[in-house]
């Protein structure tokens, strides 16, 4: 599957921004969706999982009750919510796909988007 996200930039700290992240093909309702981050010399991090159904999520405690991960299959896009951003949250985001939702880390995924920015200023 290949994966297209976009909606990063820049915005102020407690603003708000929505990342979109299209995917091709016609098996996007059978794959768990997620969404990492990474910032300027750190590890690539988890942000947010959806099952296939999107009935279960999944979240890293950094961003929990500020940023909401939801899917529209017959769109093939997932999306993420973030609001209250803060300048940590400054990070290149990855949307990725995967049989299953493994969270807490990005090694299982098998299919990933190129990024987009996002930076959060004070």
């Known amino acids: 599957v290949n994966l297209v996200e976009s909606g990063g930039g820049l915005v102020q700290a407690g603003g708000s921004l929505r990342l979109s992240c299209a995917a091709s093909g016609r098996t996007f309702s059978s794959y768990a969706m997620g969404w990492f981050r990474q910032a300027p010399g750190k590890e690539r991090e988890f942000v947010a999982a959806?099952?296939?159904?999107?009935?279960?999520?999944y979240y890293a405690d950094s961003v929990k009750g500020r940023f909401t991960i939801s899917r529209d299959n017959a769109k093939n896009t997932v999306y993420l919510q973030m609001n209250s951003l803060k300048p940590e949250d400054t990070a290149v985001y990855y949307c990725?796909?995967?049989?299953?939702?493994?969270?807490?880390?990005?090694?299982?995924?098998?299919?990933w988007g190129q990024g987009t920015q996002v930076t959060v200023s004070s």
């Open positions: 959806i099952s296939w159904s999107g009935g279960s999520t």
């Open positions: 990725a796909a995967n049989d299953q939702v493994v969270a807490g880390t990005p090694l299982p995924w098998g299919s």
